[in-house]
């Protein structure tokens, strides 16, 4: 077989599809059919010497290398890929090696295979293509897998968008890119722009969108792609007066595309920008469109996202409500005191049952009812006075507690105050309670009075020599009354006329009657004090109450102090007379244990009355 035709199925036996090509070579058998079929096929075939030098190639290597046909022979592989030959022909399989040509940077597959010509000269052929689109496609697809796994991780929406960031700018080598988001008031928010410094950042976020709001701006306004191909030299009228401030950044050229929801809203826009003037490649387009679906995806993932987070707090608040609710309606319903919540149209929306117990009614005194049917339950009740005092309480700002008297004997503590929810304090309703009082009242009658009883205990000593004295004289008056009327002889008898016998028994009887009238006075005046009149309120003469504890404790002032009244006219004042003298007399009994022990005419207690300088 000749040299052509060794080459020729040797070449074959290292291509892509060579099993087709050998046919055709034992077909044509020809070395010029071998270039053409290698040229059409867009593989380079290049014959290298030991040396590293070209001695031959189809056009096909000239087109990859980017020189001319006819300049290739001669030509070193070192400073074609910067890689010797012998390495080549060492590895099994094809190399990966960037070139770069007229400025562009391209990824070349090589492979060597010896092969042996006539001659002893050993003779290396080089299969080379240009994979610099499926490398590319390989590594967007990688890009586009990572971006879709950060989704899958439901990392924050600005973390996936750096990721698409990334992706453009691997995959456009001198591309800017960046990422905002079109907020709900049509303001650009930054999603991603890493290349960019922190002041170009903060300048764009919360600028509005519109016609001449920059590429951005207009591509979210219009909702299509704007393109600035030379910004330098004007006549593109989306930027505006943001013109001068973008070239100040060495930007030349930029792209904006707008991300379109399911629905046709604007999300945000991605852009492309460059130093220097040019024209969007079909490719770059292409990646653009890629970036703009990964990034309406990672958008509308993040809304549904955030509305599922929504919903879910939204039914968890919703279910804390309800657990605080009825934890708030059981303690409502567990106190002894009646509540009642009006709302703005004094409807009734909140009441508890005790409230119902209080005053007897349960149809009357229910949730939606309106406060004047509460009302009617409450007159009915009351006495004269009560039901004007919570008439006023529901009127006024916010009342002062008060007590309701009812018919049937009992009182009830009422208070009627504001519900204030809304942040400005406005009323948003009012809220009544209501706490029954009447045991509170019997105990405290019965303290009183025990205590009323106790002060009379410690004056028992006093109050009984105070009554053994005029008993004693009542006594010895009756004895000699009665010596006089029964005289021990007649001799006596005689000398004794009839009136005088009348006149001394006469005195001595009125002797005995205030005697008697002064024990009955003491006995009054201690049943008075002793008496349980509960809380009845009266108009009463100050004066009278202090002469009243007075009285009970003269037997303990007498003794130990001169006492000096000195009153002044003063009003009628209304409360319980029983318990205002047991206040006295409690402050006497104080005064008297007070005083030190000396003759009576040096010690003094005073009791003074009289009128504040406010009357």
């Known amino acids: 077989m000749s040299m052509p035709a060794r080459l020729l199925r040797a070449v074959a036996g290292v291509l892509p599809g060579g099993a087709r090509l050998r046919r055709r070579l034992d077909a044509a058998c020809a070395y010029d059919d071998l270039v053409v079929a290698t040229d059409r096929a867009g593989v380079g075939l290049a014959w290298v010497d030991a040396q590293g030098r070209v001695q031959r190639g189809n056009r096909a290597a000239s087109g990859i290398w980017g020189v001319a046909p006819e300049n290739i022979a001669g030509l070193s592989i070192g400073d074609l890929m910067q890689i010797p030959v012998a390495d080549l022909i060492q590895r099994r399989d094809p190399e990966m090696v960037t070139i770069h040509r007229a400025g562009q940077r391209r990824t ?25 689109e499926r490398v590319r496609s390989q590594e967007l697809l990688q890009h586009q897998k990572h971006v879709l796994e950060l989704m899958a991780r439901s990392l924050p929406l600005n973390d996936i968008l750096a990721g698409i960031v990334r992706l453009i700018e691997d995959q456009a080598p001198g591309a800017l890119s960046t990422i905002y988001l079109v907020d709900a008031q049509r303001r650009l928010r ?11 950042v903060t300048a764009v976020d919360g600028c509005a969108i ?33 013109r001068e401030w973008i070239l100040s950044y060495g930007i030349r050229a930029a792209w904006s595309t707008p991300v379109l929801g399911k629905d046709g809203i604007v999300l945000g826009t991605v852009s492309m920008c460059w130093r220097e003037p040019r024209v969007p490649t079909a490719r770059e387009l292409e990646l653009v469109d890629v970036a703009t679906r990964l990034m309406a995806m990672a958008i509308e993932r993040a809304q549904g996202e955030a509305v599922a987070t929504e919903q879910r707090a939204r039914l968890l608040a919703a279910a804390c409500i309800e657990e605080h609710w009825r934890l708030l309606s059981a303690v409502l319903h567990s106190t002894s005191d009646g509540i009642l919540v009006s709302d703005g ?33 409450v007159a009915v009740q009351v006495d004269q006075d009560g039901l004007p005092r919570l008439q006023a309480a529901a009127r006024i700002a916010q009342s002062q507690p008060f007590v309701l008297e009812l ?119 201690l049943k008075n004090f002793s008496r349980n009149d509960g809380d009845d309120l009266a108009p009463l003469r100050v004066e009278d109450a202090l002469e009243a504890a007075i009285g009970i404790a003269n037997s303990q002032l007498q003794h130990r102090a001169r006492l000096e009244r000195r009153y002044a006219a003063t009003p009628l004042a209304v409360g319980n007379e029983n318990r205002l003298a047991q206040v006295f007399l409690n402050i006497l009994i104080n005064a008297v244990q007070a005083l030190p022990d000396r003759p009576i005419d040096e010690n003094r207690i005073e009791i003074v009355t009289g009128r504040d300088p406010d009357g």
């Not at 930054?190 to 170009?200: I, N, T």
């Not at 001449?212 to 006549?235: L, P, Q």
């Not at 009734?348 to 009617?376: H, K, Y």
């Open 210 to 242: 519109g016609p001449e709001a920059g590429s951005c701006g207009a591509a979210a306004y219009f909702a299509k792609r704007m393109v600035s191909t030379d910004i330098a030299a004007g006549g593109d009228p989306c930027w505006g007066s943001y």
């Open 407 to 525: 018919r049937d004997g009992r009182a009830f503590d009422c208070c009627v105050r504001p519900l204030q929810l809304a942040a400005d304090g406005a009323p948003a309703g009012r809220v009544w309670t209501f706490r029954d009082i009447s045991e509170r009242r019997r105990l405290e009658a019965q303290l009183h009075f025990s205590e009323r009883m106790a002060s009379i205990g410690r004056l028992a000593a006093g109050v009984a020599h105070e009554i053994n004295n005029p008993m004693t004289h009542v006594l010895c008056a009756l004895d000699l009354a009665r010596q006089r009327v029964e005289a021990p002889d007649a001799g006596h008898r005689a000398v004794v006329t009839l009136a005088a016998t009348l006149a001394d028994v006469a005195a001595l009887i009125r002797d005995a009657h205030g005697s008697g009238l002064r024990v009955g006075r003491i006995v009054s005046e």
């Open 108 to 132: 070349i597959a090589v492979e060597a295979t010896r092969v042996q010509p006539a001659g002893d000269d050993v003779v290396a052929l080089l299969v080379i293509e240009d994979v610099t």
């Open 190 to 200: 930054l999603g991603a722009a890493p290349s960019w410094p922190a002041e170009f």
């Open 345 to 377: 149209q004094d409807r009734v929306t909140i009441c508890n049952r005790a409230l119902s117990t209080m005053w007897r009614s349960e149809e009357a005194v229910a949730v939606g009812i309106d406060v004047q049917r509460f009302l009617q339950v």
